[in-house]
C-alpha cells in the first residue's frame, strides 16, 4: 500500500512537469522568436511563435487530460503567454511595419502588451465558468501573426487598426464560450 | 451613512487604480525599454529599465501604505515584472554583446527569461511570510542591467557567466528577507 501511494505520487509528479516542460518549451519558443526578431529573421520569428501556440494548446490539453492542472502549471502558462503571444507578435508587427510610424508605432506595440498583460492577470484571478472574458491573448497574438502575412499587401496604416483593435478586444468585457 | 459609504467606496476605487497605473508605468517603461533595445539605443534602454526599478519600488510602497494591496495588483506586477526585468535586461544584455556567442548567446538570453518567469510563478502562489524564495527578478533584471556599464571593460564571457548566474539564483530555494 505504501510503495503503491509512493508510485503513484512519482507518476503523478512526473505527469505534472510534463505540462510545465510543455509550458516551458512554449516560452523558449516565444524568447527564440523575439531573438530572431531583432536579428531580422521576421519569417523565422512567425513559424516560432506558430509552433509555441501548438505547444500551449498540448499543455493545457494534456494537463487536463492527466488531471494535473496546477496553480503554478496555470501561473507559469500566463507568463509564457505574454512573451510568446504579447511581447513576440507586437515586436514581430513592429519591425514589419509600425517602426515606419516613430512614437506612434512604439505606442501601439506596448499598448498591445499592457493589454494582453492586465487580460492575463484578469484572467488569473477570476475562477473557470466555461466562458473566456475578453479575446484571449492567444487568439490575438495568433491573429497579429497571422496579419504580419500580408504586410506586402495591405496599406501600411490598417496594421495600427488592427493592433488596437486586438488591444481592446483583449480587454473588453464580452464573454465568449471556450471550447 | 450611505454617502459616507459611496464616498468611502469612490476614494477607495481611485486610491486602488493609483498603484495599477503605476505598474502600467512599469510595464510600459519596460516595453519602451524593449523597443529602444531593437533600434539599438541601448544607453536609453538601460536609463528606462532603472527608472522602471524606481517605479517597481513605489507601486508596491503605495499598494502597501494606502493598504489597497490586491490580487489584481499582484498579477499585473507580475506581468509588469517578467516584461521589465525578465526580457528587458535580457535582450539588452544580448545586443549589449551576448548575440557575438550565435546560439548560446541565444540560449542564456532565454533561460534568464525562462528562470525569471519560473520565479514569478512560484511567487505568485505561495504566501507572504515575510522572506523572498530565491533572488527576485527586480534584483537580477537591475544587476545584469548594470552589468551592461562594464561592457566595455570586462572580458565579454564573463557576461554568460553573469546571465547563468543570475538565472540560477533566481530559482534556487534560498531566502532573504524581504526588506
Redesign the interface.
Known amino acids: 500500500m505504501f510503495f503503491q501511494n509512493v508510485l503513484d505520487q512519482t507518476i503523478k509528479r512526473i505527469k505534472a512537469q510534463t505540462a510545465n516542460v510543455l509550458t516551458?518549451v512554449n516560452?523558449?519558443l516565444g524568447?527564440?522568436a523575439?531573438?530572431e526578431?531583432?536579428?531580422g529573421n521576421l519569417s523565422l520569428s512567425l513559424l516560432l511563435i506558430f509552433i509555441a501556440a501548438l505547444a500551449d494548446r498540448f499543455d493545457g490539453m494534456i494537463a487536463r487530460k492527466l488531471s494535473i492542472e496546477s496553480?503554478?502549471g496555470k501561473?507559469?502558462d500566463?507568463?509564457?503567454d505574454?512573451?510568446s503571444f504579447g511581447?513576440a507578435p507586437?515586436?514581430l508587427i513592429?519591425?514589419g511595419i509600425l517602426?515606419e510610424y516613430g512614437a506612434p508605432g512604439?505606442f501601439f506595440?506596448?499598448f498591445f502588451?499592457?493589454c494582453g498583460?492586465?487580460r492575463?492577470?484578469?484572467f488569473?484571478?477570476t475562477e473557470n465558468n466555461g466562458y473566456f472574458t475578453g479575446l484571449p491573448i492567444t487568439a490575438a497574438g495568433c491573429l497579429a501573426t497571422l496579419s504580419f502575412l500580408g504586410i506586402s499587401y495591405l496599406p501600411p496604416q490598417i496594421y495600427m487598426a488592427i493592433m488596437i483593435s486586438l488591444s481592446f478586444l483583449m480587454v473588453s468585457p464580452f464573454r465568449i464560450r471556450k471550447v
Open positions: 516551458l516560452l523558449s524568447g527564440f523575439i531573438i526578431c531583432i536579428k496553480e503554478l501561473q507559469l500566463s507568463m509564457s505574454i512573451i511581447v507586437a515586436l513592429y519591425q517602426f512604439s506595440t506596448i502588451i499592457g498583460a492586465f492575463l492577470a484578469r488569473n484571478i
